[in-house]
């Protein structure tokens, strides 16, 4: 029972993702940032500011343009920060707002040789869907196609780099996990959305990839969890099959068989680290609906040698 559950979450992502993987993503050698010819002390005097003349339209697609650059600053502390600013103003029209989720979901399907481009245009996302949970302007539609698209970058990450001293954060689990986390907590976000994003979890926490997270990914995969558990869409027997699935050694016939492949024993690392997040969080909550998480969570440790 356990092996066909998971087997369906991963089959239903799987499906989701096949358009996408069958094409050859676009590549992008060196993003432009527009505002690279700026020089240093005026984009600092910028963000020592909070941008407060830069929330525009314009300023918010230049401040995007900049979210692959290969110097930390202009991407983290200008591009996210200024775009940031920009949307949490609320000065940032609907169309802007449309175009840019439209180029940023092609941005996670592009590969650049830094690596920089997908992750932070996930964060940006991220910021994007939050202005959707505060005052809705997606369709039903657009939310789902935004849902689908956080899925398949969630499940698909796969280069796993997080912080550099000198190139500075990638991390693209975490920042797709943030996506999810922001669809999360949306009234608005039908069930079958919710679904698709604990199915891009389920992939990613579960993957046989001989990577195991050290820069706060299990954490940053389990907020999404956290916040669909009190919508109450899933039933305490969905989240304990959920747990109990996480938890199944397939293809080994059991966990002891970890101890020698590192593929798996890093496996399962990351799957005891997201269920200790969520068991220690969960239990000590006075959340109700946080209780099948907690009952989950402690089973699943419970299983994992």
Known sequence: MRNTFISLLLATLTSACASTQAQTPPQSDSPVCTLAEQSTDVLNQWRE????DQLTDTAAR???SCLGAASPFLRDQIGYEGLTAALRSG????????????????????IDEAGFLAPFSALALSELARTDRVEAFLSPAERTALAQTAANYLAGVSDFRAYSDTEGWRHGVAHG????????LNPNVETADLRTLKGAITSQITARTSHAFSAGEPERLARPIFFMAPREVFTDDEWADWFSALADPAPMADWSGAFKSEIDLARLHNLKAFARVIYINASLSENEALIPLATGSLEMLKTLP
């Not at 802007?96 to 092609?106: H, K, M, N, Q, Y």
Request: aromatic fraction near 6%; glycine fraction near 2%; hydrophobic fraction near 50%.
């Open 49 to 52: 500011n909070g941008f407060e």
């Open 62 to 64: 230049d401040f995007a």
């Open 91 to 110: 000065n940032v029209s609907e169309a802007t707002r449309r175009d840019l989720i439209a180029d940023l979901s092609v941005n996670l399907e592009t």
């Open 177 to 184: 996990a943030d996506i999810a986390m922001q669809l999360a």
